[in-house]
C-alpha cells in the first residue's frame, strides 16, 4: 500500500528540519521522569508523527517510546511498550536479512552475529558487576578498536537497518509502514536478539531470551583484555570465563560456538574454518576436536593447528586446550557422544551469557518462532 499524499509531503519538507546528530541523542538522558514528544502540527492528516524527543526515549530504553496520532485530542502522549509479537517481528526481520544476504563467509552473516552477541556480553566482571551487553557499549571507539572486536562492524552493520536510526524518515520525523525499522528497541536488546535468531536460524537449539537492556554512553566503555585470547590456553580460559561466573562445564559448553564461521588473517591472525559447515550449529567441533589428529600448522602466521586429514580445518590453541586438560576434557568427550546434551547445556550457557549484569524488570522469558 502507497503513503497516504499528506505523509508524503512532510517527507519532502523533512530534510529542511535539523536532525540532532547520534552523538547528540547518546549525550540525553538515558531515563527520564518526564515524556520527551513533540506534538503534531494541526493541519496534519498523517498518521503517527515521531518527535525528536520520542527517539530519544525509544534510544536510551527507558519509560517506553512515545507516540502522537491524529486521533489524540490530550496533550499526553501514547506509550507504546512492546510485546512478544513486536520482537517476533524483529526477529523475523533479522532472519529475512539473513535469508536474503549472502555476501559474508561462507554465504552468511549468521555466525559473525552470534560472535557479535557473543563479544557484547562476554565483557562482564562479577566483582565490579561491570560490562556485559547491558549498554552496547561497543558502539565506541574505544571499544569497538579492541583486538578481539575485530570485525564487529559487519554485525554491527548488518543490524543497523533493524532499527533504522540512521534515516531522518523512518526514525526523526514519521514512520511509515512500508520504511520496516524499530528506532525503539536499544542496540543492546538488538545484539543480543541478533545472535539469537542466527543461531535459531542456523539449526541452533531454541534460546528464551527477555528485554530490557539499556544502551550507555562512552564512560562504560570496558577495558581491553576481557575477551578469550584464541592463542592462550587452559589458566587463561578460567580466568577469562570464571570472572564472568562460569564453571568448567559452562566453559566447553560454550566452546561449542566454535562449531560457527571461520577466523581470518587481516582481523585475529588466525585462519580457517574449526567444521566443515560452518553455518550449521552442530556438535561437530567437539567431535572433531576427538576423532581427527591435529598438528601444528606450518605458515608464517600465528600458532595454530591442522587436521590431518584434510588440511582445511584449523583448531586454536584454546581450542587444544580443551582436549589437553582432563576437566574440561570429559565435557569434550561427553557433548562429541550426545549432540542433544550438548544442545542443552549450550543453550543454558547462552542465556546466561546475555544476561550477565542486565538488571532486567521481568522475570519471564520468551521463546521465538524460527522463519517459515
Excluded at 515524556?35 to 494541526?42: A, E, F, G, I, Q
Excluded at 539473513?98 to 559473525?112: F, I, T
Excluded at 559487519?154 to 514512520?175: C, M, N, Q, V, W
Aim: hydrophobic share 35%.
Amino acid at each position: 500500500m502507497s503513503a497516504p499524499k499528506s505523509i508524503l509531503r512532510l517527507a519532502s519538507r523533512a530534510p529542511a528540519l535539523a536532525a540532532p546528530s547520534r552523538t547528540q541523542l547518546l549525550r540525553q538522558p538515558l531515563r527520564s521522569s518526564r515524556p520527551y514528544s513533540s506534538t503534531p502540527p494541526k493541519s496534519s492528516k498523517t498518521g503517527i508523527f515521531l518527535g525528536a524527543g520520542a527517539l530519544v526515549a525509544a534510544a536510551g530504553g527507558g519509560g517506553g517510546y512515545y507516540l502522537y496520532t491524529q486521533q489524540q485530542t490530550s496533550a499526553e502522549p501514547k506509550v507504546f511498550k512492546p510485546t512478544q509479537e513486536d520482537y517476533q517481528k524483529v526477529y523475523n526481520e533479522i532472519a529475512q536479512r539473513l535469508e536474503e544476504k549472502d555476501d559474508y563467509d561462507d554465504g552468511s552473516y549468521g555466525p559473525v552475529l552470534v560472535r557479535l552477541a557473543w563479544h557484547c556480553s562476554g565483557t562482564y566482571d562479577k566483582e565490579t558487576n561491570t560490562g556485559g551487553s547491558n549498554g552496547a557499549t561497543m558502539r565506541f571507539d574505544p571499544e569497538a578498536d579492541h583486538g578481539a572486536n575485530a570485525g564487529m562492524k559487519a554485525a554491527r552493520d548488518f543490524l543497523e537497518p533493524i532499527k533504522g536510526t540512521h534515516s531522518p524518515l523512518s526514525a526523526y520525523y514519521i514512520i511509515l509502514k512500508h520504511a520496516a525499522s524499530h528506532p525503539w528497541i536499544t542496540y543492546s536488546d538488538l545484539w543480543t536478539l541478533g545472535g539469537l535468531t542466527a543461531m535459531q536460524e542456523m539449526q541452533g537449539p531454541s534460546i528464551p531470551w527477555r528485554p530490557g537492556r539499556s544502551d550507555r554512553d562512552i564512560s562504560f566503555c570496558t577495558p581491553d583484555g576481557r575477551l578469550p585470547d584464541g592463542a592462550k590456553e587452559q589458566d587463561h580460559l578460567r580466568a577469562i570465563f570464571y570472572r564472568m561466573g562460569f564453571d568448567d562445564q559452562e566453559i566447553v559448553a560454550l566452546s561449542g560456538a566454535h562449531a560457527l564461521g571461520r577466523c581470518h588473517t587481516d582481523r585475529s591472525g588466525f585462519e580457517g574454518p574449526w567444521t566443515f559447515s560452518p553455518t550449521v550449529m552442530s556438535n561437530d567441533y567437539f567431535r572433531l576436536l576427538v576423532e581427527e589428529k591435529w598438528t601444528g600448522r606450518k605458515w608464517d602466521g600465528p600458532r595454530q593447528f591442522q587436521d590431518l586429514g584434510s588440511k582445511s580445518l584449523m583448531m586454536l590453541p584454546s581450542d587444544m586446550a580443551l582436549v589437553r586438560d582432563e576437566s574440561f576434557k570429559r565435557w569434550v568427550e561427553l557433548y562429541a557422544r550426545d549432540d542433544q546434551r550438548f544442545y542443552g547445556d549450550f543453550r543454558d550457557g547462552f542465556v546466561k551469557l546475555l544476561e550477565l549484569g542486565v538488571p532486567f524488570e521481568r522475570e519471564e522469558r520468551m521463546v521465538f518462532k524460527t522463519l517459515e
